[in-house]
Antibody, heavy 115, light 112 residues
Framework: EVQLLESGGGLAQPGGSLRLSCAAS????????MNWVRQAPGKGLEWVSR????????NYTDSVKGRFTITRDNSKNTLYLQMSSLRAEDTAIYYC????????WGQGTLVTVSS | DIVMTQTPLSSPVTLGQPASISCRSS???????????LSWLQQRPGQPPRLLIY???NRFSGVPDRFSGSGAGTDFTLKISRVEAEDVGVYYC?????????FGQGTKLEIE
């Protein structure tokens, strides 16, 4: 059974940083691209970033380019999202999702950016 | 960016009756490999999203056969043959043909 467990969310000040993690199990992690998708309170889904299975290529939505970095450690079956220069509009539940067609999702971790 | 437009944004339906949601993309979703990366996701209240349909019409593991997808190019449809109470939630179409990946606005399915 595929399991994705996000962690690392919490309260951050504007301009601050957070690192999200997504621990994966139940599949061969290194074989799959992984994505971060976020959902602001009461809003729809927004794709944030994607990394290839081997970790050699990544993509970002324009609003986070230069501020967020996606990485993965295939030896630990873990996906990361390093978030810096946080803004109020980054407040959202952040989900990790397996594969570009979003075949499996975690439960999400809430990031709140507020002073 | 590819814009995904869903209609309707809200759909009141009667239990046991069919429901249909449309999704239109601003450009063709056919990828260079010949596949069309259009998915449908369901988000029940208080839950994370869940994949229902991928590549237009393929039901994901465990998805009931009352859900079906169709379409081609830029026009796609999700159909529920007979709505059940557990189908309440928001439905999103999503394209994975081109970065940035983009979602429709969501369609809220409610029971009348």
């Amino acid at each position: 059974e595929v399991q994705l467990l996000e962690s690392g969310g919490g309260l951050a000040q504007p301009g601050g940083s957070l690192r999200l993690s997504c621990a994966a199990s139940g599949f061969t992690f290194s074989n799959y691209a992984m994505n971060w998708v976020r959902q602001a309170p009461g809003k729809g889904l927004e794709w944030v970033s994607r990394i290839s299975g081997g970790g050699y290529s990544s993509n970002y939505t324009d609003s986070v380019k230069g501020r967020f970095t996606i990485t993965r450690d295939n030896s630990k079956n873990t996906l990361y999202l390093q978030m810096s220069s946080l803004r109020a509009e980054d407040t959202a539940i952040y989900y990790c999702a397996k594969q570009d067609q979003m075949m499996d999702w975690g439960q999400g971790t809430l990031v709140t950016v507020s002073s | 960016d590819i814009v995904m437009t869903q209609t309707p944004l809200s759909s009141p339906v009667t239990l046991g009756q069919p429901a249909s949601i449309s999704c239109r993309s601003s450009q063709s979703l056919v990828y260079s490999d010949g596949n069309t990366y259009l998915s449908w996701l369901q988000q029940r209240p208080g839950q994370p999203p869940r994949l229902l349909i991928y590549q237009i019409s393929n039901r994901f593991s465990g998805v009931p056969d009352r859900f079906s997808g169709s379409g081609a190019g830029t026009d796609f449809t999700l159909k529920i043959s007979r709505v059940e109470a557990e189908d309440v939630g928001v439905y999103y179409c999503m394209q994975a043909t081109q970065f940035p990946l983009t979602f429709g606005q969501g369609t809220k399915l409610e029971i009348e």
